[in-house]
């Protein structure tokens, strides 16, 4: 099974600075890599799909990045509503199977 | 709009069986693959596995495989997961996902407790 490294854990940062969370893939995966955000108590929400492609009604502040096995999302002015867990997510249409990394938190610093 | 809209939180003893269900609207529901995916508390996302509604294939996560069953009813729009054996590491929010450009909708979510 492919496995499916997020880093870090846990990021602190302020409000406006810029932010970025990496995802490896044990194996090539390009380009099926998607990004979700989750919020306590809540679902998750479709950021980014295909590796760079955002998802509907997605703030242009996100943006995803990579390719093979190395991905990254990256939010370029961190805004009060970014606060969340985000998921980095191995998938393909009609796929066998599908991978999500552990996670990261990003927290108010 | 497209919804999946699911049923309401389980409370369960051990070895007993759970059926969960999410029902879609505002789509073609035999179009597009829906994936359960399920959240123990204070955990990860992990794949539960897929099922087509067009002709009701079904793909299962080597972990799951054995203990989970999913189906669909075409006429109601409605996917189903069903837990047989219960364990109490089975209690988490289970969600479903339509698959489209990424998992685009997801269902609320349904808390299955697992406790004796």
């Known amino acids: 099974d492919i496995q499916m490294t997020q880093s870090p854990s846990t990021l602190s940062a302020f409000v406006g600075d810029r932010v970025t969370i990496s995802c490896r893939a044990s194996q090539t995966i390009s380009p099926w890599l998607a990004w979700y955000q989750q919020k306590p108590g809540k679902a998750p929400k479709l950021l980014v799909y295909k590796a760079t492609n955002l998802a509907s009604g997605v703030p242009s502040r996100f943006s995803g990045s990579g390719s093979g096995t190395e991905f990254t999302l990256t939010i370029s002015s961190l805004q009060p509503d970014d606060f969340a867990t985000y998921y980095c997510q191995r998938y393909k249409y009609d796929s066998y199977s599908v991978t999500f990394g552990g996670g990261t938190k990003v927290e108010i610093k | 709009q497209v919804r999946l809209v699911q049923s309401g939180a389980e409370v369960k003893k051990p070895g007993a069986s759970v059926k969960v269900s999410c029902k879609a609207s505002?789509?073609?529901?035999?179009?597009?693959?829906i994936h359960w995916v399920r959240q123990a508390p204070g955990r990860g996302l992990e794949w539960v596995g897929w099922?087509?509604?067009?002709?009701?294939?079904?793909n299962y996560a080597q972990k799951f495989q054995g203990w989970v069953t999913m189906t669909r009813d075409t006429s109601s729009s409605t996917a189903y997961l069903e837990l047989n054996s219960l364990r109490p590491d089975a209690t988490a929010v289970y969600y479903c996902?339509?698959?489209?450009?990424?998992?685009?909708?997801w269902g609320q979510g349904t808390l299955v407790t697992v406790s004796s």
């Open positions: 505002g789509y073609t529901f035999s179009g597009f693959f």
């Open positions: 099922i087509n509604p067009d002709n009701g294939g079904t």
């Open positions: 996902a339509r698959e489209v450009k990424g998992f685009d909708y």
